[in-house]
């Protein structure tokens, strides 16, 4: 850490509340067979596949950003996504949302409210 000494080092004693609650963190992660999907504390979703391509679900921006194998990212409207022309990324979201509805219907099933 060049430039810095150890006083200018913030301890977690050292962190505001203004500091902690603008800080984003996984709330929930799921491995499956094909990816790791992240839940973070801002409301976005993101789907690390194996092949190192990924998802980036933003609704509060209402886009899905995907990016290919060579690093590319593409930006698209969160309502048109699965309609892309692009049938690597229309697979991805596809097996994102499929990822999405389970895990809301486990935690349905496990707070009681599907029989």
Request: glycine share 2%; aromatic share 6%.
């Amino acid at each position: 850490m060049k430039g810095e000494t150890k006083d200018s080092l913030k301890t977690p004693e050292a962190t505001s509340d203004k500091e902690m609650s603008a800080m984003v963190y996984v709330k929930k992660w799921m491995r499956t067979r094909h990816a790791i999907m992240f839940r973070l504390s801002n409301k976005i979703v993101q789907v690390n596949f194996q092949d190192h391509t990924e998802v980036v679900l933003n609704s509060e921006a209402r886009e899905v950003i995907y990016v290919n194998k060579k690093g590319e990212r593409l930006i698209c409207p969160l309502a048109t996504a699965l309609e892309s022309t692009n049938p690597e990324m229309s697979k991805r979201i596809k097996y994102t949302k499929d990822i999405l509805t389970y895990m809301l219907s486990i935690n349905q099933h496990r707070e009681g409210k599907i029989v």
